[in-house]
């Protein structure tokens, strides 16, 4: 099994930036894509930015120039630098990863339990 353990989250007034973290733990042999979602209440759950292993980024428009995501394939972690923020960030932001098992070498979608965002005006 895989665990996706996420931290970071907060209140934050607008303008101001916050940091994510996500580690995986667990039978992992390799990380494809891995990175962020978040839901804002009565929303879906939308793509922030996502990373491969190779490094190819991909961002939500909303996010582009404000949010960088970086990744430590050493140590199965992916963070979000959240800078500028607005309250229309205020969300449930999900850790997300594309892990390939050593046993059956298929692939598999992982979520973390969410760290709340919250922008204040």
């Known amino acids: 099994q895989v665990q996706l353990v996420e931290s970071g989250g907060g209140l934050v007034q607008a303008g101001r930036s916050l940091r994510l973290s996500c580690k995986a733990s667990g039978t992992i042999l390799s990380i494809n894509a891995m990175g962020w979602y978040r839901q804002a209440p009565g929303e879906q759950r939308v793509l922030v930015a996502t990373?491969?292993?190779?490094?190819?980024?991909n961002y939500a428009d909303s996010v582009k120039g404000r949010f960088t995501i970086t990744r430590d394939n050493a140590k199965n972690t992916v963070f979000l630098q959240m800078n500028s923020l607005k309250p229309e960030d205020t969300a449930v932001y999900y850790c997300y990863a594309a892990v390939r098992s050593p046993r059956t070498l298929s692939q598999r979608d992982y979520w973390g339990q969410g760290t709340q965002v919250t922008v204040s005006s």
């Open positions: 990373m491969t292993s190779g490094g190819s980024t």
